[in-house]
């Protein structure tokens, strides 16, 4: 069973706003006016119902990779102050690049777990974003 951590984590990086004192489950759904009615009440009840082999994948191979990149992108602060030095010459467009695979990570994540991306993945993302 996740971790109401993961939970959370699931819905940050599937672009959905915080819970707060509100439970979105299969009788409620806090999210009316943020997004399409009972998407909150279908990922609460899909997260809480993943089969074993659901619930590693999505550990395993969503989670913990989303985390890294999410850590990437923000490690890319240590290099934004340097353009070269000695061979080695800085990406410029470093943060956007780990951004643009930080994203597609999470629509990939959101396709897995069946559901529409949340507003905030949808306006950082956009159509520019290759979903391949």
Do not use: C
Not at 21 to 32: G, L, P
Not at 113 to 121: S, T
Request: aromatic share 8%.
């Amino acid at each position: 069973m996740l971790t109401e951590q993961q939970k959370s984590d699931v819905r940050r990086y599937a672009g959905y706003p915080l819970l707060a004192d509100q439970r979105a489950d299969d009788s409620r759904d806090f999210a009316y006016g943020w997004v399409l009615p009972g998407v909150m009440q279908t990922l609460a009840h899909r997260l809480d119902n993943l089969r074993p082999e659901e619930e590693r994948t999505l550990i395993d191979v969503y989670l913990t990779n989303l985390a890294q990149l999410e850590a990437d992108v923000s490690g890319a602060r240590e290099n934004l102050d340097t353009d070269a030095a000695a061979v080695w010459t800085h990406n410029k467009n470093e943060v956007r690049d780990r951004l643009a695979l930080f994203d597609q990570w999470r629509w990939r994540m959101v396709d897995f777990v069946g559901i529409p991306a949340g507003p905030m993945l949808r306006r950082v993302s956009g159509v520019s974003i290759n979903r391949a």
